[in-house]
């Protein structure tokens, strides 16, 4: 990591005319922000960088060829502090250096300069753009940062602004401590957490009256993130101060809570090793990384959550579908319109089900392999049709079926079907039955989506029941009048990002991906999260089902093929994961790569006790733990960040 240059004194600013005018800035705005369009800041003079290598840039553009390397084999690129460097960070930054001995390979990764201007980094050395350039010197008061916003006048790109304060030397400056105590003294890591939360509030309301005296006004609650807006005439600014040592005291499904700091959005996740570095410096490079990485393949700065990204994502899409009258603009909420007889829970669950092994799966059996569709919902979500609109309310089994039978295909909608007892169709005894609300020995009526609806029409070899219309008695539906692949070119973002990820072996950026289309489709279905007006068109709780159920269709034709071509059947299925006892050399995965297709996530070789425990099982539940036990040790490295159960409940 390269050393500090020369820094140019916080309140000795040149006088210079700013590289864009404020009212130039993209006009993007936030998720959860008011209408962006004429926003700007004060034009304040545009600070003078540096032109010296960036900080911890590992070589130049093509340095992604170091990856080929061993660590200790990579050149050592950084340069001697001359005269006029901080001797005190020059220490500072030979000591990471010298404790990185195997660093990640995407710490390696260059920076780019796409996040430039948009967003800077505050460390308690100094400040940064996120490519690295040095601005300022430390940041100790208020006053100064809000000098520093108004001088950078940086403009929204999806999101507000953003000014990332990294480390806690970084927060002692602007006197943002907080002390709630510490984890090995609780036994509830969410007791800690909301304690941090509160004190953490106190403390910026506390500390903030300077930025509000000089005319900053708050949205919302001080937090982990600090929502600042300031209007001058006919223009609002925004800026979001995103406080890094506290993000964890947030709680969010996103984040992954389950007594332990989970994944914390493109901050990255302790217990996969992909958050940032320990140490401030290279912290601060690697962030400003990733927030050019968000720029360049994602179009947006990441948002407070990985849904909150995703939903920016969207957003960016819809403005510019609006400004050049081409594809489709979904700006209204889809809540599920109100039915008769509505199932409790998810309108389309998931599936989750485990039988009792049979001597014919365990007498060649050497291994237990889960397998797993490739961010099975990022697929499903760029190839479905999906409504939008008011549903036209259908009663009578006429009208409805005659809706079902239209000579397009079935339009999108949801459907009150009869689901025939299972045991009077010819199904295969080893698997699940074809819908989670279906039962063996009794009809049910229940509410489900047209590509359930659809699916349950296809041949049993294709996963689904061969059932007529007539079979499944349709007897009212909710119809839209409008539908379209309304999250194709999102998916197709959120694919090619991941592909560049996948590329460069950088797990951090891949497990962000994932965080942002798992958070952002399993929040569709909370109206809670998206009640600021111009967030509404998000709630698509049918969206999401219809998502859930493409994926378990598809899963359970995939297990219809894996039995004809290998003869074996699954013992558990999870969501999109499924686990089968495979003889030693069966590889009944998909060789495409393509998202959707499924692809190895855990093998492991079955003891003889483990094979001893699944033999003599009595009921699932101790399937279930002989299954766990077998995972248990390969859980860490073994886990994909495509397991589509985390964070969409």
Same mark, same amino acid.
């Given at each position: ?45 545009? =600070?003078? @960088? ?5 900080? *911890? #840039?590992?070589? /130049? ?6 990856? !080929? +390397? &061993? ?31 195997? =660093?990640? @390979? ?5 920076? *780019? #300069?796409?996040? /430039? ?6 460390? !308690? +050395? &100094? ?181 909150r990204t995703g939903a920016a994502i969207i957003d960016k899409i819809k403005r510019e579908r609006t400004r050049s009258g081409k594809g489709i603009v979904v700006t209204t909420a889809g809540p599920v319109p109100p039915l008769d007889g509505a199932p409790r829970g998810d309108l389309e669950p998931a599936v989750g089900w485990t039988r ?294």
């Amino acid at each position: 990591m390269s050393s500090p240059w020369e820094q140019i004194p916080l309140f000795t600013l040149p006088d210079t005319t700013p590289k864009a005018s404020p009212e130039s800035a993209e006009k993007d705005g936030s998720p959860d922000a008011t209408d962006q369009e004429g926003v700007t800041d004060e034009a304040g003079p545009e =600070p003078t @960088v540096a032109t010296h290598p960036d900080f *911890g #840039e590992p070589g /130049d553009a093509d340095s992604h060829e170091q990856e !080929a +390397a &061993g660590p200790d084999e990579q050149e050592d690129v950084a340069e001697t502090p001359t005269d006029t460097e901080s001797p005190e960070l020059a220490s500072a930054e030979a000591e990471a250096d010298g404790d990185a001995v195997d =660093p990640p @390979v995407w710490e390696a990764l260059p920076a *780019g #300069e796409a996040a /430039d201007g948009h967003a800077l980094i505050v460390t !308690a +050395a &100094g400040t940064y753009t996120p490519s690295g350039k040095e601005l300022t010197g430390p940041v100790d008061s208020l006053e100064k940062l809000d000098k520093l916003i108004r001088w950078a006048s940086l403009t929204p790109l999806g999101a507000p602004a953003q000014i990332w304060v990294v480390g806690l030397a970084a927060c002692e400056l602007l006197g943002w401590v907080i002390d709630p105590g510490s984890e090995d003294d609780v036994d509830d890591m969410e007791a800690l957490r909301t304690r941090a939360a509160t004190e953490l509030t106190a403390t910026l309301h506390a500390t903030l009256p300077p930025l509000l005296s000089a005319g900053w006004e708050l949205r919302g609650e001080p937090g982990h993130v600090v929502h600042l807006s300031r209007t001058i005439g006919n223009f609002t600014s925004m800026v979001d101060v995103v406080i890094e040592p506290y993000v964890w005291t947030y709680w969010n499904k996103d984040f992954g809570w389950h007594n332990r700091v989970g994944d914390m959005g493109v901050l990255g996740s302790p217990a996969a090793g992909t958050y940032l570095p320990d140490d401030d410096l290279p912290a601060a490079r690697e962030l400003g990384r990733r927030l050019a990485w968000c720029a360049q393949h994602l179009g947006v700065l990441p948002g407070p959550t990985p849904a909150r990204t995703g939903a920016a994502i969207i957003d960016k899409i819809k403005r510019e579908r609006t400004r050049s009258g081409k594809g489709i603009v979904v700006t209204t909420a889809g809540p599920v319109p109100p039915l008769d007889g509505a199932p409790r829970g998810d309108l389309e669950p998931a599936v989750g089900w485990t039988r009792v092994p049979q001597a014919s799966d365990l007498e060649d059996a050497d291994r237990l392999v889960s397998i797993d569709q490739r961010a099975a919902y990022l697929a499903s979500a760029g190839m479905l049709e999906l409504g939008y609109g008011q549903p036209k309310h259908l009663t009578g089994g006429s009208a409805a079926a005659a809706a079902a039978s239209g000579a397009k295909g079935t339009p999108f909608g949801l459907w009150r079907i009869t689901l025939p007892p299972g045991q009077t169709l010819s199904l295969p005894e080893k698997l699940p039955l074809p819908h989670p609300h279906m039962l063996a020995d009794q009809p049910v009526q229940t509410w489900v989506t047209t590509v359930t609806l659809d699916a349950l029409r296809e041949p049993v070899a294709d996963g689904g029941i061969g059932a007529d219309l007539d079979d499944l008695d349709i007897t009212e539906a909710w119809v839209y009048p409008q539908q379209g692949r309304v999250l194709d070119k999102w998916a197709k973002i959120l694919r090619e990002a991941r592909k560049t990820a996948v590329d460069t072996r950088d797990a951090a950026m891949k497990g962000f991906i994932g965080a942002c289309y798992k958070g952002y489709i399993g929040r569709m279905v909370n109206p809670d999260m998206w009640t600021a007006t111009r967030m509404q068109h998000h709630h698509q709780p049918l969206w999401r089902a219809s998502i859930i159920a493409h994926c378990r269709w598809r899963g359970r034709r995939v297990a219809m093929r894996i039995a004809r071509e290998h003869h074996r059947w699954p013992v558990r299925t999870v969501t999109d994961s499924w686990v089968y006892l495979l003889p030693e050399g069966q590889d009944i995965s998909d060789p495409s790569e393509a998202l959707g297709k499924m692809t190895v996530e855990k093998d492991v070789a079955l003891t003889d006790t483990l094979l001893a425990s699944m033999a003599s099982a009595a009921d699932v539940h101790e399937v279930n733990l002989a299954i766990k036990a077998a995972f248990t040790d390969n859980q860490d490295a073994a886990a994909d960040d495509d397991d589509e159960g985390a964070g969409v409940d």
